[in-house]
């Protein structure tokens, strides 16, 4: 594994210009991944009448929203990318599709918590071969120099995913029942994988990298790929990836705690209707989030040719500007006031992402991709998706005997000490790319 970017543009060097497949794939990429967020977010937009029917408690929500889905999420992740990174990637992104599809519609036939659990679980197993190899297949079709971009592009799924799933799943479920969002995504989701193992095509590994960036099998020798336990002993030893992955961690527990419960603190405590958050909300949380997706890959595109560091700095910035603007949010006495201060921290909160994917991708060799990207899902999704919605859930139910009124607006207080926790995360990566870099410098 490489201590440098083997495969980032040269600076200076004219950057070559993707083809009209490569947007078209990305496109088809970026779907997929909606339907991906959609199908996860669709348990936390739809809490409350879920809890009004099954009566669970914002502890259970929590643990199926995290730990119970980011365990099979985060670990299957793992193999699924080692097995991608031999296999064809386009037909294990179009299986697992498929899989997670039609786990969220059984979501949507559960009569009672331990079957809506099995059935998250089961939409963990599916999502564990989403994200992976659509980064590796990216990587591919786009040359360096424009990568920040196209992965910012993708991460656009999340937000447009989580806006639809707002706006679609609040209003069928006003219109109908929670039952029929679920199994109405499901379906989208299962004709989605059957077009995409029809359509898309498996690109070269390696394909668009400079010479010395390939693995020499790529190159036409008979060079062995690495091994598992190669790639994640590398991983884990360079300290660059190994930061970043912890620093996205920190920022996650942050991210995934406010994703899975805002909607509840909005309509519980601040008086917001189902149908006005299938409208306000989900346009906060779409136009907010894919902003900061967007933007912050053109900035690291830009920026990182300057300074290896930008990869740190940028995620800082955002999480630095967006702390005040959260406590806000928490404190604001109506839902119209509270929407006005999320809207800038939905998209500052995200300026992590793209920096954090193309730095991985660009870091390791072209067939350590898949899996290099699964370890980096696995240490920032256990951290942030296994604990931050579970955390914030406890500590729900932990405030609910003195403030039964405002329990949850009490533990969103508590996600504080945690924002300053990833901006210090970020800073130490910092210290690490420059230490890295000196090191290269040195004769």
């Given at each position: 594994?490489?201590?440098?970017?083997?495969?980032?543009?040269?600076?200076?060097?004219q950057?070559?210009?993707?083809?009209?497949?490569?947007?078209?794939?990305?496109a088809?990429?970026?779907?997929?991944?909606?339907?991906?967020?959609?199908?996860?977010?669709?348990?936390?937009?739809?809490?409350?009448?879920?809890q009004?029917?099954?009566?669970?408690?914002?502890g259970?929500?929590?643990?199926l929203?995290?730990?119970?889905?980011?365990?099979?999420?985060?670990?299957?992740?793992?193999?699924?990318?080692?097995?991608?990174?031999?296999?064809?990637?386009?037909?294990?992104?179009?299986?697992?599709?498929?899989?997670w599809?039609?786990?969220?519609?059984?979501?949507?036939?559960?009569?009672?918590?331990?079957?809506?659990a099995?059935?998250?679980?089961?939409?963990?197993?599916g999502?564990?071969?989403?994200?992976?190899?659509?980064?590796?297949?990216?990587?591919?079709?786009?040359p360096?120099?424009?990568?920040?971009?196209?992965?910012?592009?993708f991460?656009?799924?999340p937000?447009?995913?989580?806006?639809?799933?707002?706006?679609?799943?609040?209003?069928?479920?006003?219109?109908?029942?929670?039952?029929?969002?679920f199994?109405?995504?499901?379906?989208?989701?299962?004709?989605t994988a059957?077009?995409?193992?029809?359509?898309?095509?498996?690109?070269?590994?390696?394909?668009?990298?400079?010479?010395?960036?390939?693995?020499?099998?790529?190159?036409?020798?008979?060079?062995?790929?690495?091994?598992?336990?190669?790639?994640?002993?590398g991983?884990?030893?360079?300290?660059?990836?190994?930061?970043?992955?912890?620093?996205?961690?920190a920022?996650?527990f942050?991210?995934?705690?406010?994703?899975?419960?805002?909607?509840?603190?909005?309509?519980?405590?601040?008086?917001?209707?189902?149908?006005?958050?299938?409208?306000?909300?989900?346009?906060?949380?779409?136009?907010?989030?894919?902003?900061?997706?967007?933007?912050?890959?053109?900035?690291?595109?830009?920026l990182?040719?300057?300074?290896?560091?930008?990869?740190?700095?940028?995620?800082?910035?955002?999480l630095?500007?967006?702390?005040?603007?959260?406590?806000?949010?928490?404190?604001?006495?109506?839902?119209q006031?509270?929407?006005?201060?999320?809207?800038?921290?939905?998209?500052?909160?995200?300026?992590?992402?793209?920096?954090?994917?193309?730095?991985v991708?660009?870091?390791v060799?072209?067939?350590?991709?898949?899996?290099?990207?699964?370890?980096?899902?696995?240490?920032?999704?256990?951290?942030?998706l296994?604990?931050?919605?579970?955390?914030?859930g406890?500590?729900?139910?932990?405030?609910?005997?003195?403030?039964?009124?405002?329990?949850?607006?009490?533990?969103?207080?508590?996600?504080v000490?945690?924002?300053l926790?990833?901006?210090?995360?970020?800073?130490?990566?910092?210290?690490?790319?420059?230490?890295?870099?000196?090191?290269?410098?040195?004769?």
């Amino acid at each position: 594994m490489a201590g440098s970017p083997a495969s980032a543009a040269i600076p200076g060097a004219q950057v070559a210009r993707p083809g009209t497949r490569a947007w078209v794939v990305l496109a088809v990429l970026c779907f997929v991944y909606v339907l991906n967020f959609l199908d996860r977010q669709l348990l936390s937009i739809l809490a409350k009448p879920i809890q009004d029917e099954l009566g669970v408690s914002d502890g259970q929500l929590g643990l199926l929203g995290g730990l119970y889905f980011a365990m099979f999420y985060c670990i299957l992740a793992i193999p699924v990318g080692w097995l991608a990174d031999r296999t064809n990637r386009v037909k294990v992104l179009a299986f697992a599709c498929g899989l997670w599809s039609a786990a969220t519609a059984a979501c949507g036939v559960a009569s009672n918590y331990p079957q809506l659990a099995l059935a998250r679980m089961a939409v963990g197993v599916g999502e564990a071969g989403g994200v992976p190899p659509s980064y590796a297949i990216i990587a591919d079709y786009f040359p360096p120099g424009t990568r920040g971009t196209a992965l910012g592009l993708f991460n656009l799924g999340p937000p447009i995913g989580a806006a639809l799933g707002v706006a679609f799943g609040a209003s069928v479920a006003a219109a109908y029942s929670w039952r029929m969002a679920f199994l109405w995504v499901g379906a989208v989701g299962v004709v989605t994988a059957v077009g995409v193992w029809c359509f898309v095509r498996e690109p070269r590994k390696g394909g668009l990298d400079t010479a010395r960036a390939r693995p020499a099998s790529a190159a036409g020798t008979a060079d062995v790929a690495p091994g598992f336990g190669e790639t994640f002993r590398g991983f884990f030893a360079n300290p660059v990836l190994r930061n970043m992955a912890l620093a996205c961690g920190a920022t996650q527990f942050v991210t995934y705690a406010l994703l899975n419960f805002s909607v509840l603190l909005l309509m519980r405590e601040k008086g917001m209707s189902l149908e006005e958050v299938a409208v306000w909300y989900a346009l906060v949380l779409g136009i907010g989030t894919a902003g900061g997706m967007f933007l912050s890959g053109r900035l690291i595109d830009r920026l990182a040719r300057r300074s290896k560091t930008a990869y740190a700095y940028l995620p800082a910035v955002g999480l630095v500007l967006a702390l005040p603007l959260f406590v806000g949010f928490v404190w604001a006495g109506s839902w119209q006031l509270a929407l006005a201060f999320l809207f800038l921290p939905t998209g500052l909160n995200y300026f992590y992402l793209s920096p954090a994917v193309t730095l991985v991708q660009e870091e390791v060799r072209p067939d350590q991709r898949v899996l290099s990207g699964a370890l980096l899902l696995l240490v920032m999704n256990l951290i942030g998706l296994g604990f931050g919605p579970t955390y914030l859930g406890l500590a729900s139910d932990f405030f609910r005997a003195t403030h039964p009124d405002n329990s949850l607006q009490m533990a969103f207080y508590t996600l504080v000490p945690f924002y300053l926790l990833a901006v210090g995360m970020f800073l130490l990566l910092a210290r690490s790319i420059r230490r890295q870099l000196a090191q290269e410098a040195s004769p």
